[in-house]
Structures are given as C-alpha cells and as structure tokens.
C-alpha cells in the first residue's frame, strides 16, 4: 500500500467544514477582537475535519478530536483519553483502561463502544496499512465501559506514537454520521467546539464540560489569510493575535526578523524536521563513489545554508535526527567546510583537470533539483552549494520543478540531488527510517533518500521488530552506516517559527507541527 503522507500536509482541502450541531453561517462575522477571543492567522480554510480522513487542517483537527495518548516534548507519550495501558501476549494484545466522564461536544458519552466504533472506521482498513497499528490490526473487544483490548497479529512497531498521530487516530461522536455512515459533523472531546465556518474561516468556542484543563480564553477564530504579507500586515495591525507553524500560516525567517523589528514577539523553537540533501548513485555514477559523496559533504558550508534560508535560526546537522527525537542516536560532529580536504578526496579519486574535475573523459557533472514550493528559498540555496562545488571542481546545475512535479521525479528517481525533509515528530524515528531508506516500502510520492537493497535493507528490517530487546543498538547501527558511507548529507534542523501581538502572554510552541499552540496561552487587554 502506497503511503502519500507528505501530500497529506500540502494538498489540504478548501472545502467548508460543517457546524457541530447542524448550525451553518453563510458567512463569517469579523467582529473586532475582544479579550476572550484568540485570532490565529491559518493559510487555508480548515476544510474537512472528519478525523479519519486525511483533508482537513491538522491543527484545527487538534483542537476539536483527541488521542489515546498525547506525544508531549522530547518524545513523551502522556496519558489522553487513555489514563493506563498494557502490552500483552508478546505484544500482540494492547490493554485500554479509558478516562471515565468524558463527553463528546453533543453529549453522547465517551467509553469503550464509543471507542470502538471509532477503530472500526479506519484501523485495518487498506487505506491505512501505512500504520503498523492499522496493517496488523485482528480485532477490538470491549471489555466493560472503561476498557477496551485491541489484539494485533504481531508486536507493532511504534504502536503508542501512532496512536498519537493527529490523524486517523482520534475520537468522533458516534452521533455525528449520517445513516449511512458518512461523516457529518466535527464533534470530538477536545477542549473547542466549532461554532461556525466558511471560507474565511473557522470560530470555535470554549468547551465546558472538557474533562482537563479548560483554556483561559472563550472562543478561538481562525481567519483565512493565505498570504503571508497579509498576514504580517494583519498581525502588525492588531487584526489577528498569532501565527506561525508549517502547517498554519507558516513565517520565514526573513519575514520573523521584520516581524521582530515591528516589535512583535517571535518565537523560534528547535525543530524535530532535518533538511538533507539527497545523492542518487541510481542516476549520477560518480555519487556511486564514497570519496565523491564525503567532498561534497565538506565541500559545503552548512552554516552558510542556515543563513540563507533560516538567517541563522536554524541549526547545523551531521543527524538523521534532532537529539528531541526518541532513539536519535549518538551524536556526530556537524562538518566544516573543507576546500582543501574536499579536493584531495577528489584528485586521489581520480578526478582531475580544472575548471570541471573528469575522470576518463567524464566531467564531473550533476544536477540538483529544488522546488519553492517544498521548500521556500531552496533555489537560494542551491546556487551557494552551485559556487561551492564548483570550487572544488564540479558543475551543478539547477532545475526548478513545481510541486505537482516534484513528487513525479523524487520517487521515479529523477536526479542527482535533491532536498529532503524527514516527517517531524510524533512520526519519527520509524517513518523516516523504514519510509525513505527501505527499497521495498512503497512510500508513494516521497520518494527515498537512499536505497542499497543489499547493504542498508537488512539493516533497516532489524529495526522493525517491536520486541527486540537490540533495538537501540540497531537502529544506530542505521545512522552508522548512513554516517560511515556519507549516503546522505544532513545540513540542519527546521525551527519551528511562531510569531504573536502583545496581547498573547504566556505562548509557548507545541510539542509538534501538526498541534496548535492554544495551551497556556492568556490574553491580555
């Protein structure tokens, strides 16, 4: 089964969502802020929200539907609407014991039917076998009210982080489907109940029967601004309160630093995304030599590419993954930019002459390929490493795609180089690891990093064993062999970039890019 979670977050639905309760506005009313409303900029409509669907925004998804258990900072996995579980049966057998007076936005109680009822909806359907949880699923049994056990055919890889995923995991009324079984209306258990919706946008109101901490302000709205100099424009003018996020209303970081300059407050969090760089052997033979690889991964200055396209903000990597992640393994040291050293590599090689270093008539050649769409200011960014490489002695060449192909040419393998981002927390370390390393797996239009059937699967399958007592040692026995054959280049981590008025005390960043910060949060006169 083909995953296409990367399109997921980009190809968002700008269909209008449906008012819990069967209320629809035809319009938005955009009244002026008052104290106990937060208006948070969003780039598009959130769309459809049925959680176990994959159209709508993730954020707004967060804020109305709930997990099992919650992905917290550093990688926690806390107790949500699951207070206790067990693995049983050599890992086979997950044992639910849920949070007791819960209610879903319409009053229908939340318990073990409800739960189920739920699972039966996406967990082990095709559609979904991108999950271990949903691939290996046999069947749920409600046990009393309060507990539910769910049995798998074997011991799932990451079973509680993928139950933590925003979607298709979370929890809709039963009440909220048509006769037929067709998503109506979204009614979670989260602490914001939708109120109204359209293209402008969404207005949520304060739960009260939440069974945790309720927020300290009454409504959120969500106003549509999908570019961003109005939005900074807005923010600027005192019509919106917050913004930010990759999947929002994201901010560059040339836009945060006149944001700053304004005098708004910008907050830039260490990310749990890495940028690479790609090298295909598959298509560039000179990238089939380690020595090739290793000068160009001294032969670039990463901190150069940090201020370029993060003016500084971002980190330098030598990891697959931020230290933030679970099982991110030991640290290596981010390399400096090496001339010298990346010429040596190269003449000892075997590839000499100047201006563009051959090697038996073959020049030293390859090309690159970015898309702004992915990547804002990637073109920036490969034309530095264009004026470094050819420092060295090797010709890069450019080519600018549109997103649409994009994902036609990084999964058909269509270049020599390329940038990559990896999923971001709570899908890490796993969906980068098994979805853009192991030849087999068919990630649909992500394409892979690098593969060696030969050398890295192996390595890649001694990790998916959920009951390994290796498996720590196993997986860095991946980033090892990653590091050790310079298959890829890691160049730095991807902050997460919020920006906020005055009015907003308190803000902290979520704990991933697909949460919406609205926790903590007070509001101010």
Not at 243 to 251: D, Q
Not at 268 to 275: H, Y
């Amino acid at each position: 089964m083909a995953i296409h979670r990367r399109s997921f977050l980009t190809g968002l639905s700008g269909m209008i969502g449906i008012a819990a309760g069967g209320s629809f506005f035809p319009s938005m009313v955009a009244a002026a802020a008052d104290n106990d409303t937060l208006r948070i900029a969003i780039s598009v409509a959130p769309g459809d929200l049925d959680p176990h669907k994959f159209k709508g925004l993730y954020a707004v998804q967060d804020m109305v539907f709930e997990p099992l258990v919650t992905y917290s900072y550093d990688g926690k996995i806390e107790p949500g609407l699951a207070t206790a579980w067990s693995i049983e049966n050599e890992g086979k057998l997950l044992r639910l014991t849920l949070r007791e007076r819960v209610v879903f936005h319409d009053g229908t109680p939340f318990d073990a039917t409800a739960a189920k009822w739920n699972l039966g909806r996406w967990m082990g359907q095709a559609d979904n076998n991108w999950m271990n949880c949903s691939r290996l699923f046999v069947d749920a049994t409600v046990v009393d009210d309060s507990h539910i056990d769910i049995r798998f055919k074997e011991p799932v890889l990451g079973l509680l982080q993928e139950l933590a995923y925003v979607r298709p995991g979370r929890f809709l009324s039963p009440k909220s489907v048509a006769a037929d079984g067709s998503y109506k209306a979204p009614v979670g258990t989260g602490p914001w109940r939708e109120i109204s919706a359209d293209n402008s946008g969404s207005v949520f109101e304060r739960f009260d029967r939440y069974w945790g901490e309720k927020p300290k302000f009454s409504k959120v709205q969500l106003k549509v601004l999908p570019d961003s100099r109005g939005r900074m424009a807005a923010l600027r003018a005192g019509d919106i309160d917050l913004m930010g996020g990759a999947f929002v209303s994201p901010i560059t970081a040339i836009e945060a630093q006149t944001l700053k300059q304004a005098g708004l407050d910008v907050v830039v969090e260490p990310g749990s995304t890495t940028m690479i760089m790609a090298f295909n052997p598959d298509r560039a033979p000179a990238l089939k030599e380690v020595a090739v690889r290793k000068a160009i991964d001294i032969g670039i200055d990463r901190a150069a590419i940090s201020k370029v396209l993060y003016r500084g903000m971002a980190a330098t990597s030598a990891n697959l993954f931020a230290e933030s992640v679970p099982l991110a393994g030991k640290r290596y040291e981010v390399p400096q930019i090496d001339v010298e050293g990346a010429k040596a590599l190269l003449e000892k090689a075997g590839w000499v002459g100047s201006p563009v270093r051959e090697k038996e008539g073959t020049p030293l050649a390859l090309e690159i390929v970015v898309s702004e769409e992915q990547i804002p200011g990637s073109r920036s960014v490969a034309e530095v490493l264009q004026a470094e490489l050819q420092e060295i002695g090797i010709q890069l060449t450019i080519r600018s795609v549109d997103h649409a192909s994009r994902h036609s040419d990084i999964p058909e393998r269509k270049f020599d180089l390329a940038f990559f981002q990896t999923y971001g927390a709570p899908y890490e370390p796993f969906a980068t690891i098994v979805g853009l390393f192991l030849s087999t797996y068919d990630n649909g239009v992500d394409g892979k990093l690098f593969v060696d059937a030969e050398r890295l699967d192996p390595l890649v399958t001694a990790t998916m064993s959920a009951l390994d007592p290796n498996m720590e040692a196993n997986v860095q026995k991946v980033y090892d062999w990653l590091h050790d054959n310079v298959a890829i280049a890691p160049l730095l981590y991807v902050p997460g970039i919020w920006a906020h008025s005055s009015r907003v005390k308190d803000f902290k960043a979520p704990a991933t890019e697909y949460d919406m910060p609205y926790e903590n949060i007070s509001l101010s006169e």
